[in-house]
């Protein structure tokens, strides 16, 4: 048995970060991570440690800086998706924000520096819209043609703040402590066309929040003059999810709904994440890196709990799984420090990834491959830029019924450096 995915658009009104019909499982679609700069190399990051650009993917990057920068970065994104099921086919565009963060030093004192990060960004999107007509013979010669719609909307998002700290140049450590908030919206919709009988509409309403921590550790090893090789890993733990569950039924033909407030199960949880990379850096010319990420949520509780699980009249027609990401990026700059030839200051990006979703829909896994492209173009001075980026992605495929999303995304960027932190001298 397979969900009948197929929809026109997402319901008008509300937030939510992401549209796709397999959203709505659990809380929706996990988003990429990362700024328009780590998205634009495939969104690796791990073992990065570059310091022309903000890097959150690695609480340990966040050394990665000039000693007397304030840096900041802000991004928004633009999705363009074509749906398709059997001969069926839809399409959906949507804008958003995807983060705003800021990083600064804390101390320098060798042989330990510090520096630190506060933001938010996204976590995961909830936006699908679908229905289907009732085909039972017996019910339509009652009450005439009946209409089953699903709609769902909202976001969960992290503010987060990072700490870390740079050891002898070469091990840089850090730690990161991650607040989940938002709402999702999910509504089932029953009309009938004799205007005699009695629709319904249930709406199931999850107010989230949960708290985590996440460990990243980096070291880079340089060979010659600019040659240098960085490893990197992350941890991240799960999180309990707290808040409550509000039931809304509205019967057609009453003036007053019915509402129930049910606190959440005690034992529901988003995936931690554990993660290794490697990079390869030629002074600020070239970087390469490839990352590798798995999470496990195969005991995080969606199933059977009303809001997050889908079920069939044979069970659950999704059910949570072992995520895992293989991304690869590159980094070209042709002259870092030309003082006669702006294109030459340009960094050029590239990367692909290849991620297993944390579900599966009626026992069949759920994968998404892509290609990223992008630019940053220096700003006035220091290492200001604007940084442009495409996706084109392709989630899910056209077998046993599912549902296959093909996807062009453009993100925008603004990288802003400045040197806040020095003390004047006169003579």
Same mark, same amino acid.
């Given at each position: 048995? $397979?969900?009948?995915?197929?929809?026109?658009?997402?319901?008008?009104?509300?937030?939510?970060?992401?549209?796709?019909?397999?959203?709505?499982?659990?809380?929706?679609?996990?988003?990429?991570?990362?700024?328009?700069? +780590?998205?634009?190399?495939?969104?690796?990051?791990?073992?990065? %440690?570059?310091? %022309?650009? /903000?890097?959150?993917?690695?609480?340990?990057?966040? $050394?990665?800086?000039?000693?007397?920068?304030?840096?900041?970065?802000?991004?928004?994104?633009?999705?363009?998706?074509?749906?398709?099921?059997?001969?069926?086919?839809?399409?959906?565009?949507?804008?958003?924000? @995807? +983060?705003?963060?800021?990083?600064?030093?804390?101390?320098?004192?060798?042989?330990?520096?510090?520096?630190?990060?506060?933001?938010?960004?996204?976590?995961?999107?909830?936006?699908?819209?679908?229905?289907?007509?009732?085909? +039972?013979?017996?019910?339509? *010669? !009652?009450?005439?043609?009946?209409?089953?719609?699903?709609?769902?909307?909202?976001?969960?998002?992290?503010?987060?703040?990072?700490?870390?700290?740079?050891?002898?140049?070469?091990?840089?450590?850090?730690?990161?402590?991650?607040?989940?908030?938002?709402?999702?919206?999910?509504?089932?919709?029953?009309?009938?066309?004799?205007?005699?009988?009695?629709?319904?509409?249930?709406?199931?309403?999850?107010?989230?929040?949960? @708290?985590?921590?996440?460990?990243?550790?980096?070291?880079?090893?340089?060979?010659?003059?600019?040659?240098?090789?960085?490893?990197?890993?992350?941890?991240?733990?799960?999180?309990?999810?707290?808040?409550?569950?509000?039931?809304?039924? !509205?019967?057609?033909?009453?003036?007053?709904?019915? $509402?129930?407030?049910?606190?959440?199960?005690?034992?529901?949880?988003?995936?931690?994440?554990?993660?290794?990379?490697?990079?390869?850096?030629?002074?600020?010319?070239?970087?390469?890196?490839?990352?590798?990420?798995?999470?496990?949520?195969?005991?995080?509780?969606?199933?059977?709990?009303?809001?997050? *699980?889908?079920?069939?009249?044979?069970?659950?027609?999704?059910?949570?799984?072992?995520?895992?990401?293989?991304?690869?990026?590159?980094?070209?700059?042709?002259?870092? $420090?030309?003082?006669?030839?702006?294109?030459?200051?340009?960094?050029?990006?590239?990367?692909?990834?290849?991620?297993?979703?944390?579900?599966? /829909?009626?026992?069949?896994?759920?994968?998404?491959?892509?290609?990223?492209?992008?630019?940053?173009?220096?700003?006035?001075? =220091?290492?200001?830029?604007?940084?442009?980026?495409?996706?084109?992605?392709? %989630?899910?495929?056209?077998?046993?019924?599912?549902?296959?999303?093909?996807?062009?995304?453009?993100?925008?960027?603004?990288?802003?450096?400045?040197? =806040?932190?020095?003390?004047?001298?006169?003579?």
């Amino acid at each position: 048995m $397979t969900l009948p995915f197929f929809a026109a658009h997402a319901e008008d009104g509300g937030t939510y970060a992401g549209y796709t019909p397999y959203s709505v499982f659990g809380v929706g679609e996990i988003m990429m991570p990362g700024t328009a700069y +780590n998205k634009t190399m495939g969104g690796v990051g791990i073992a990065s %440690r570059n310091r %022309r650009y /903000v890097n959150v993917l690695n609480p340990a990057a966040v $050394t990665a800086r000039d000693s007397l920068a304030f840096m900041s970065d802000f991004s928004i994104y633009e999705t363009n998706k074509i749906l398709r099921q059997g001969d069926m086919v839809s399409a959906n565009n949507l804008f958003n924000i @995807n +983060n705003f963060l800021i990083s600064f030093p804390l101390f320098y004192s060798k042989p330990a520096d510090a520096s630190m990060m506060l933001g938010i960004r996204p976590y995961s999107s909830t936006g699908y819209g679908y229905g289907y007509y009732d085909t +039972n013979p017996t019910a339509i *010669a !009652t009450v005439g043609n009946i209409t089953h719609s699903y709609s769902g909307l909202g976001s969960i998002y992290q503010a987060f703040a990072t700490v870390g700290v740079e050891l002898f140049d070469k091990v840089s450590v850090g730690a990161e402590l991650t607040h989940y908030f938002g709402n999702i919206k999910k509504t089932y919709v029953e009309s009938l066309a004799d205007e005699a009988a009695v629709g319904i509409t249930k709406t199931n309403e999850l107010q989230l929040n949960a @708290n985590a921590a996440k460990f990243g550790l980096q070291y880079e090893q340089p060979f010659g003059d600019k040659l240098s090789i960085g490893l990197g890993a992350v941890y991240g733990l799960d999180a309990q999810l707290g808040g409550r569950l509000i039931n809304t039924v !509205t019967v057609a033909g009453e003036s007053k709904d019915t $509402t129930n407030v049910h606190a959440l199960p005690g034992k529901l949880y988003l995936a931690g994440e554990m993660g290794v990379g490697l990079s390869v850096s030629y002074g600020s010319k070239f970087k390469a890196e490839v990352d590798y990420t798995r999470s496990d949520w195969t005991n995080c509780g969606f199933s059977g709990v009303n809001g997050l *699980a889908v079920n069939g009249a044979s069970g659950p027609l999704f059910t949570t799984g072992l995520s895992q990401s293989l991304r690869a990026g590159v980094e070209y700059i042709p002259n870092p $420090t030309d003082i006669r030839y702006y294109y030459k200051l340009i960094a050029y990006r590239a990367g692909v990834y290849y991620t297993k979703e944390y579900f599966s /829909v009626s026992g069949n896994e759920i994968y998404s491959r892509g290609i990223t492209l992008g630019a940053t173009l220096p700003v006035f001075r =220091w290492n200001n830029g604007l940084t442009f980026g495409v996706e084109l992605g392709q %989630r899910g495929s056209l077998k046993n019924n599912m549902v296959r999303e093909t996807y062009v995304g453009f993100s925008l960027g603004v990288n802003l450096f400045d040197v =806040w932190f020095q003390k004047p001298m006169y003579e």
